[in-house]
């Protein structure tokens, strides 16, 4: 068997009939290629046997993860097409425990001092260029904070997946999946306008929601550097990530009691078991208020 050649027709075919996003194509091909240069093009049990144990070795779990998954997708391919007859990946033990991470969330209070320094940034703008910068500054991190959505999925709207009228967004996700997310704050919908209305030129000739100084659409990497930048501002010593956005939307929403699966929905994930590393998250915050605030802590015997 050809390995490459099979991993090219293969790359085609999640591009072409299982529409699969450039991005996650790429993450196939690098891992795949990974795996036939390590192979020497060669394909069998005992080679994917050594390969896991190499991926334990060299990786983190969740990239070892994320590479074993490449691997078996290919493996599935190849039963299919007939290329191979027998599943290599039977009576292999891939599994692993990975190490739970908390996902990083901002402070409530901190996220409103954010918000509240870009609306004083445009407040204070002296001339038309820095004005409509900070009004896009503003839009960027309203919606951010607004659909707990991803940087790359805010940076890539385009004019059709934002309708101000009806006061959705429509938002594809990981594996091209769809979601639409409704925008009921009266800021948050001004915000939007008000960016709309400014860059109305822009966004027609770019054909992105989202637009830099060079009338292209806004990089990931900028809004990292914008967010930075407010976080600074206001002293905020601790590095805030675009992402840290979604993290905070979805802890907050869970400790107002909103019913997890509508945060899977609203998050996009296609598992509850993604969605759920929040609870714990909500479950620290609970035993940090326990243990601080508890009335018991006043009673002295």
């Given amino acids: 068997m050809d390995l490459r050649n099979n991993i090219s027709t293969y790359l085609r075919y999640c591009s072409e009939q299982r529409t699969l996003s450039s991005k996650t194509t790429k993450a196939y091909q690098t891992d795949l290629l990974q795996f036939a240069e390590f192979s020497e093009n060669t394909f069998g049990k005992n080679i994917i046997i050594n390969y896991i144990a190499y991926l334990h070795k060299q990786f983190k779990p969740k990239t070892a993860k994320r590479k074993i998954a490449a691997l078996k997708a290919f493996t599935h391919y190849l039963m299919t097409q007939e290329i191979i007859d027998a599943n290599p990946f039977d009576k292999i033990d891939s599994s692993f425990r990975e190490p739970m991470v908390l996902p990083k969330v901002i402070p409530m209070n901190i996220i409103g001092k954010i918000l509240a320094n870009a609306y004083e940034?445009?407040?204070?703008?002296?001339?038309?260029?820095?004005?409509?910068?900070?009004?896009?500054?503003?839009?960027?991190?309203?919606?951010?904070?607004?659909?707990?959505?991803?940087?790359?999925?805010?940076?890539?709207?385009?004019?059709?997946?934002?309708?101000?009228?009806?006061?959705?967004?429509?938002?594809?996700?990981?594996?091209?999946?769809?979601?639409?997310?409704?925008?009921?704050?009266?800021?948050?919908?001004k915000a939007l306008n008000r960016y709309y209305d400014a860059f109305y030129d822009d966004i027609s000739e770019s054909g992105f929601f989202f637009v830099n100084k060079l009338h292209q659409r806004l990089t990931e990497q900028s809004v990292r550097v914008m967010i930075n930048k407010q976080a600074t501002a206001i002293g905020y010593e601790k590095h805030i990530t675009p992402h840290m956005f979604r993290h905070s939307f979805a802890t907050l929403l869970l400790e107002e009691d909103v019913d997890i699966r509508y945060i899977q929905k609203i998050l996009g994930h296609s598992s509850i078991a993604t969605t759920q590393i929040y609870t714990h998250v909500s479950m620290a915050k609970q035993k940090q208020i326990l243990s601080v605030k508890h009335p018991r802590n006043k009673i002295i015997i």
């Fill in 121 to 189: 940034d445009y407040r204070q703008c002296k001339t038309d260029f820095s004005r409509k910068n900070a009004i896009r500054n503003i839009a960027v991190l309203e919606l951010l904070f607004a659909t707990g959505a991803r940087v790359s999925e805010i940076c890539t709207l385009t004019p059709e997946s934002v309708d101000l009228t009806n006061h959705t967004v429509k938002i594809f996700g990981k594996g091209s999946r769809e979601r639409i997310i409704q925008i009921e704050n009266s800021d948050v919908l």
